[in-house]
């Protein structure tokens, strides 16, 4: 029997396993996802895939954190597998943690829900007035470019680091808009992207191999801009063939990495392709990166409490994508 307790965050599903999993050994939460890999896989798949989730399900589990520093870790999960960041999921975790009291949160100001996740140290800043959340600021890991044009299947690509390793593309140079009706074929065409990347140097962390590997493709375009801030729109495909409807938050840090890196600064409209939005900023300049800091929003959407048939014939689901 395992609980859960479920938001979504401009659309993305987030789904917070809340009983029922054991403990996960581990000295880090890094060290977690490995143990959670090979050992858990089978919870995941269960909560994530059909008839249970679907397949563009996400979710975590709650674990400890590395250190006192952090209220908790989370290990982020999806269809395919376990990833290293989730920019959705901890503006999600911090509204939970302030809604089901596992932090201290006063009724008017600004309580910090400090995370850490496999990428490291997280924080969501939840936002409050007369006891209502009004907002959630998610402060990332440093971000950083690791290459420019990158030749890869006929196109050119950025790739940076946001958390987890992205490529972004424009959505033009596919000869496609972010839009609904052309998300079949970006899905396609960002799987090929991924493949010819794998085992590429520009998907390689330069520090801990363990965040190697390109976890997601941005397709993206230019809007006007809105009172001098700019504007654009990106739909991010991740993992194999599975679409954010956010604007994806690691993904938007990853963005904000290049952005920067060409001296475009200031405030960045981050739409979704269900035209939902993050507002990003970089809020500094470290050795390791910038560090970006995301506006957004997550609603509780239910609560669940998951059994399996020991006759089911299904007891890992299933999915058709």
């Not at 209220?71 to 901890?90: E, M, P, Q, V, Y």
């Amino acid at each position: 029997m395992l609980t859960t307790v479920d938001y979504h965050t401009a659309g993305e599903p987030f789904r917070i396993v809340t009983g029922g999993v054991p403990a996960i050994p581990g000295s880090s939460v890094l060290d977690r996802r490995t143990t959670a890999m090979a050992e858990l896989d089978g919870v995941r798949r269960l909560l994530c895939n059909e008839p249970r989730g679907h397949a563009d399900m996400y979710g975590c589990f709650l674990v400890p954190p590395d250190d006192p520093g952090a209220r908790f870790g989370a290990l982020f999960w999806h269809k395919d597998g376990f990833s290293t960041a989730c920019g959705h999921g901890t503006i999600a975790l911090g509204v939970h943690a302030v809604r089901e009291g596992l932090v201290e949160a006063a009724p008017d100001g600004v309580t910090d829900v400090v995370i850490d996740v496999p990428s490291g140290r997280v924080r969501a800043r939840v936002r409050l007035s007369g006891g209502r959340i009004e907002g959630v600021t998610f402060v990332n890991v440093p971000s950083f470019v690791i290459a420019r044009d990158v030749p890869v299947a006929g196109l050119r690509a950025g790739v940076s680091y946001g958390g987890a390793i992205y490529a972004s593309v424009r959505a033009s140079d596919v000869g496609l808009r972010v839009e609904p009706r052309h998300l079949n074929a970006l899905i396609e065409h960002a799987r090929r992207i991924k493949a010819e990347l794998s085992g590429h140097p520009a998907a390689v962390h330069p520090s801990d191999e363990r965040l190697s590997g390109v976890y997601g493709v941005i397709f993206y375009e230019e809007l006007p801009d809105l009172d001098g801030i700019r504007r654009q729109r990106n739909v991010t495909v991740f993992a194999d063939g599975e679409v954010d409807r956010s604007p994806c938050g690691s993904g938007t840090a990853a963005r904000m990495a290049l952005l920067h890196d060409a001296d475009k600064t200031g405030e960045l409209v981050h739409e979704s392709v269900v035209g939902s939005v993050f507002t990003a900023r970089v809020r500094e300049e470290t050795d390791e990166g910038v560090i970006v800091e995301i506006d957004g929003m997550a609603y509780r959407t239910g609560r669940h409490t998951f059994e399996l048939d020991p006759a089911d014939p299904f007891p890992a689901g299933f999915t058709l994508r």
